[in-house]
């Protein structure tokens, strides 16, 4: 039957945060699918634009202009299109918005699109969507990532400022992804256990991507409890530890600021390289800020043989960054998050010159999110040896790990994890 698209009709729904953001439906011969677009807090200055109407309702945050913009411009551009051919799509998209950031249309509008048709092609090749990724990124394999789970949540995402944002577990020492999921879970609620014995149960509040977010300033408090939790719950060195710094946020005039210190760039390094002496650290994630190159590649030189330094702010999945960072050695690890860019051909780009380079690749929710599980098949299609979608609490973090448990069960002995 053939993949020509009918129709798309976008509407404005809402994210894990109650804001709203932009869902696409996409009607072929064959199939009725649809996406919904994720959304950030701590996001970087050099992400596509996401369009926001801006005025009283939704306290500025409504997406009417955008959701227009995929119903009438979008909607014309790609009707009668064929779904199966995804770079084709993308690029009539991006020569429609014509600019560099996607300021015209809206990179949430042109996602939304990007993701239906996605899922919609994959239906029209008859297999599923991580095998239909795979095939369109020409990925070597499908496999099941090491899951980095956001147990500790601080920064924007807990309301907090100067504050070091993620305190990730890597469980690392598995078989398989179930395997790994099952100590991540039952470290999380050793975890809750010990907050709540300790600090109360106001301690185990959940902050915006499912972690705990207890009144604990220190991060060596809360990663030396985290490493309790680990023993606790009996896996020792199997579960290491990662950070993102999200550092950005907390990067002012040539200077970091946490808590009430303040650093320049090679002193923070020292802080780092502390942290990574004194616990099973295994990555870092935006220790610098977002344009702070020199930093970058001195974080990388100092502790890149060592320690995975993951791009997300500086990168913002975007080809130039990308290749500036190639070029200077500012990282060694690529943050994907496919609402940064705006369509899946140029996420699946990004990933391929990573990938090349032999940097890791890590799919990444948004602290906004939403029941669409696209990320988990986009993160096995890809081979990406890891993923990062929060903690393992709230069906909009759930989903992606309960997608991922299902494609495992689907793929059997076949699955491939980890690196
Ligand atoms: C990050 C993300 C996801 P946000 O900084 O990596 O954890 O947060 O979506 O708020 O940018
Ligand atoms: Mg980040």
């Known amino acids: 039957m053939s993949g020509k698209i009918l129709s798309i009709r976008a509407l404005e729904v809402l994210d894990s945060r109650g804001n709203p953001t932009v869902k696409c439906v996409l009607k072929t011969p064959k199939c009725t699918v649809s996406a919904i677009v994720p959304s950030g807090a701590s996001t970087g200055k050099h992400e596509a634009l996401e369009l926001r109407d801006g005025g009283r309702r939704y306290g500025g945050k409504g997406v009417r202009k955008a959701v227009a913009n995929a119903n009438t411009a979008l909607s014309k551009a790609i009707t009668g299109m064929d779904c199966t051919d995804q770079e084709a799509i993308d690029l009539v998209m991006l020569e429609l918005d014509g600019t560099t950031h996607k300021s015209k249309l809206g990179a949430n509008a042109m996602l939304a699109v990007s993701l239906a048709a996605c899922r919609a092609g994959a239906v029209h090749k008859g297999v599923p969507l991580y095998e239909y990724i795979r095939s369109i990124s020409e990925s070597e394999t499908i496999r099941l990532p090491i899951p980095q789970l956001n147990i500790i949540n601080s920064g924007k995402h807990a309301g907090l400022e100067n504050d070091i944002q993620e305190h990730m577990i890597f469980p690392m020492g598995f078989k398989s992804f179930s395997e790994a999921m099952r100590a991540g879970v039952e ?11 300790k600090y109360g149960a106001q301690a185990t509040l959940l902050g915006d991507e499912g972690g705990f ?15 309790d939790a680990i023993s606790q719950a009996g896996y020792g060195k199997k579960i290491k530890l990662g950070l993102d710094c999200a550092s950005s946020e907390f990067f002012k005039n040539g200077t970091y600021t946490l808590g009430k210190k303040s650093y320049a760039s090679a002193e923070l390094i020292d802080v780092y390289r502390q942290l990574s002496k004194a616990y099973p650290l295994v990555s870092i994630e935006d220790g610098m800020a977002e344009d702070d190159w020199e930093g970058w590649a001195f974080l990388t030189k100092q502790l890149g043989n060592r320690l995975q330094l993951v791009g997300d702010d500086l990168l913002v999945t975007n080809e130039a960054r990308i290749k500036r960072a190639i070029q200077e050695k500012s990282c060694n690890a690529l943050l994907l998050k496919v609402n940064q860019i705006g369509t899946v051909t140029e996420s699946i780009e990004a990933a391929n010159l990573c990938v090349a380079e032999k940097w890791n690749v890590v799919v990444s929710h948004r602290s906004g999110e939403t029941e ?6 986009l993160v096995a299609g890809l081979g990406a040896s890891q993923s990062k979608f929060g903690a393992p609490a709230r069906s909009d973090r759930v989903a992606k790990y309960n997608r991922l448990l299902e494609i495992e069960q689907e793929l059997g002995r076949k699955a491939k994890f980890g690196n």
Not at 216 to 221: G, K, P, S, T
């Open 372 to 377: 669409d599980d696209f990320i988990a098949d």
């Open 213 to 227: 977010a207890p009144p604990i300033a220190d991060v060596n408090e809360r990663l030396t409890l985290i490493m």
């Open 187 to 197: 470290t999380y609620h050793q975890l809750k256990a010990i907050l709540r014995k």
